[in-house]
């Protein structure tokens, strides 16, 4: 079947303690990318990759790193949580990451509490 | 910088009605409008999408309309029915300068409630 799966579905930790969420896809797809949820704010682009080591920030970078070193991974790290991170995580892939728009295949979410 | 807005965030309709969400975009390049639904708990969903080069499309109950030159898109959903219930999000998408591909932007959704 063809899918996103994102790692875990929820994690509670403390600040400061690094963590990372995992995401695979299995569609051969060139695009990923992060999102984060917010009430009232939609979503929000944290980071992308166009390819094999091709990433780039999106919109709300600060606080976290990603890395695609395999064309079906692209884990988000969270070197320092802070509170303010705590939030619903999306991850998405894409088929192409060209310049004309393609539908987004997110995973089934992470919901983040940094307490 | 780029923005979508969508009307509106809370949408009550009576079953069999329809239900339309508004979305206005501001850069002129972007190319591609595609509609999530995120029902409770799970994943935003694609349920339809429309490219800059076509101004209306329809699948069954749904039906999406894009005018260019006023910058807006609308979703319309007839006959509502209850499984209709969810958050719907509007996106548009836009070529990147410089280091190529595309960027999307998302509405901040609208919460439909179908009464049955």
């Known amino acids: 079947e063809a899918q996103v799966t994102q790692n875990p579905r929820y994690l509670i930790t403390v600040t400061g303690k690094k963590l990372t969420v995992t995401c695979s896809q299995n569609m051969n797809h060139e695009y990923m990318s992060w999102y984060r949820q917010d009430p009232g704010l939609g979503l929000r682009q944290i980071y992308y990759s166009m390819n094999v080591e091709v990433t780039d920030k999106g919109d709300v970078p600060e606080g976290y790193k990603v890395s695609r070193k395999e064309k079906r991974n692209f884990p988000l790290i969270l070197e320092s949580p802070s509170p303010n991170q705590t939030s619903l995580y999306f991850c998405?892939?894409?088929?192409?990451?060209?310049?004309?728009?393609?539908?987004?295949?997110f995973g089934n979410g992470t919901r983040l509490t940094v307490t | 910088g780029e923005n979508v807005e969508q009307h509106p965030s809370t949408l009550s309709v009576q079953e069999g009605d329809s239900a339309v969400i508004k979305c206005t975009y501001s850069?002129?390049?972007?190319?591609?409008f595609p509609w999530y639904k995120q029902e409770l708990g799970k994943r935003p969903q694609l349920i339809i999408d429309?490219?800059?080069?076509?101004g209306e499309k329809k699948d069954q109950r749904i039906a999406v309309t894009l005018n260019k030159t006023a910058k807006h898109f609308s979703l319309h959903i007839t006959e509502t029915q209850p499984e209709d219930s969810a958050v719907y999000f509007c996106?548009?998408?836009?070529?990147?300068?410089?280091?190529?591909?595309?960027?999307?932007?998302f509405g901040a959704g609208t919460r439909l409630f179908v009464k049955a």
């Open positions: 996106a548009a998408s836009s070529p990147r300068a410089g280091a190529g591909g595309f960027k999307t932007i």
């Open positions: 998405a892939s894409s088929s192409t990451g060209g310049p004309l728009g393609s539908p987004l295949h």
């Open positions: 429309i490219r800059s080069n076509v």
């Open positions: 850069d002129s390049a972007s190319n591609y």
